[in-house]
């Protein structure tokens, strides 16, 4: 696996001022983000926020995740601090794909939860690789990170790649109407460390 800096530019948002970073994975040719605030090179404990793609949550404002929340609290947080990166991975529904996420979808609604659905289409409960997101770290200079997150296969996926991870950061969001259901099998079946 290869990754490679492709293009920067300066990104001011209603989150604060970032620098965009596009990095092109040479293996499936997917574009990832890095939203840079302030100077993480050489750094240390940098604030970084790792968020897989979710076109229904972070553009369309579903309610059935946390993930547009989980984003804009992230970019929020980031924001505020010295330095900080937001990684956004080219990983749609935990790595199986938009149309396979939907079929998922269309299974919750005959009653499996998210593990069950996913594994019925013939995947394992999450397909998400973070070794790109290692790999931008590295040409970022960062040299440890406070990651914020709830999920533990993200801080051991980044250690297994070498990245040094000074603190996890808990990164919850409280559960609403159609997304309750949802966080309680990330609790249950996935080991996300949040109360539900």
């Keep these: 696996m290869s990754i490679d800096l492709a293009s920067i ?4 948002t209603r989150f604060g001022r970032f620098r965009i970073h596009v990095f092109v994975d040479s293996a499936d040719r997917k574009e990832h983000v ?9 750094e240390a404990n940098v604030l970084t926020r790792m968020h897989s793609e979710c076109l229904t949550g972070d553009i369309m404002g579903s309610l059935r995740c946390d993930c547009r929340e989980q984003l804009e609290r992230g970019l929020e947080r980031i924001g505020a601090a010295p330095c900080g990166v937001v990684l956004y991975m080219r990983q749609e ?8 996420k939907i079929r998922a ?3 919750q609604e005959q009653g499996l939860d998210t593990v069950d659905a996913n594994l019925a289409l013939g995947f394992k409960d999450d397909e998400r690789d973070y070794s790109p997101a290692a790999g931008m770290l590295r040409i970022l ?7 914020l997150t709830n999920n533990p296969d993200k801080v ?5 790649c070498g990245i040094a991870i000074a603190e996890r950061v808990p990164h919850a969001i409280s559960p609403g109407h ?3 259901s949802y966080l309680k099998t990330k609790a249950r079946r996935s080991g996300h460390l949040i109360a539900v």
């Design 9 to 12: 530019a300066e990104l001011p």
């Design 34 to 42: 890095a939203l840079v605030h302030g100077d993480v090179f050489g």
């Design 93 to 100: 529904g935990r790595g199986i794909g938009l149309v396979n």
């Design 105 to 107: 979808y269309h299974l």
């Design 141 to 147: 200079g960062v040299r440890s990170v406070s990651l």
């Design 156 to 160: 051991r996926q980044l250690e297994d």
């Design 178 to 180: 159609y997304n309750a």
